[in-house]
């Protein structure tokens, strides 16, 4: 597991760096992010193949679309769902007012209705690019960090992933008003989504509907608490992130309980 986490952080933090502080790229820019977000792909399949030799018997590759439908469904319509929970929860803080940032702001020119649906619709495609981060983090990590402890694996697997997101925080891609409330709050999502992935992955026996709902919660759950919820008549970015992570661990909750029992 030690190759592993050398070659998923030094990969992408390497190139993360050299593209910001070289190149003078912004990490915005899809040629930075994308091959930074495969690195832990990258990483398990050099270490399967060529570091323990030990195959992909158990990286839940296949798609199982028949037997997994359902937990497709689960992670395609799930940050809809999770969306709806915290425009709830925000309407019941009586801070939000619905009409200064409308949903409509995210697409000008589109129909409100549909923007939950097209930003559905764009999940699906793009849900391959999200396998490059969990073919490594619940197709390889999750099953070696705590072998036999899965409530513990999913956590400690959250926090690795949250670690690894870092450099997106501190380089320009994600901005909070106060960094280190900003990244507290943002390890608590990542590890509370992992925990959502990791029963995802135990019930499908496949990473792709894993790979699903990452690709929901960054195209889908993000803009639209954003479009929504972000500036006079809302919240701050901190505020946002806190419903979200309320939501989140609310979600995780029962899977969280349910996992097998700890030694």
């Known amino acids: 597991m030690t190759a592993f986490l050398l070659i998923a952080f030094g990969a992408a933090w390497g190139w993360e760096v050299t593209a910001h502080a070289v190149l003078g790229w912004s990490l915005v820019n899809p040629l930075v992010q994308l091959p930074a977000g495969f690195a832990p792909a990258v990483a398990a399949l050099v270490v399967r193949r060529w570091v323990t030799r030990e195959g992909f018997a158990d990286a839940g590759s296949r798609l199982r679309l028949r037997a997994a439908w359902r937990y497709y469904l689960v992670a395609w319509l799930g940050p809809l769902a999770v969306v709806a929970a915290v425009i709830a929860l925000a309407a019941a803080t009586r801070r939000w007012n619905p009409a200064v940032r409308p949903v409509a702001d995210l697409i000008p020119g589109v129909p409100v209705w549909t923007v939950p649906l097209l930003l559905c619709l764009?999940?699906?495609?793009?849900?391959?690019?999200?396998?490059?981060?969990?073919?490594?983090w619940t197709g390889y990590l999750l099953l070696r960090v705590c072998p036999g402890r899965p409530r513990r694996a999913a956590l400690v697997a959250g926090l690795i992933a949250a670690v690894w997101h870092f450099p997106l925080a501190l380089l320009g891609y994600a901005e909070f008003g106060h960094l280190t409330v900003g990244l507290i709050g943002w390890t608590a999502w990542i590890v509370c989504q992992e925990i959502i992935l990791a029963w995802l992955r135990a019930?499908?026996?496949?990473?792709?509907?894993?790979?699903?709902?990452?690709?929901?919660?960054?195209?889908?759950?993000?803009?639209?608490?954003?479009?929504?919820?972000?500036?006079?008549?809302?919240f701050g970015e901190d505020g946002i992130q806190l419903l979200v992570v309320l939501v989140l661990a609310a979600a995780a909750a029962v899977p969280f309980l349910r996992a097998g029992k700890e030694d």
Not at 215 to 234: I, Q, R, Y
């Open 203 to 234: 019930r499908s026996r496949s990473i792709w509907p894993a790979s699903l709902a990452h690709a929901g919660n960054n195209l889908v759950l993000v803009p639209l608490t954003t479009a929504m919820l972000l500036g006079p008549g809302g």
């Open 122 to 136: 764009i999940a699906l495609p793009a849900t391959v690019l999200f396998w490059g981060e969990e073919f490594g």
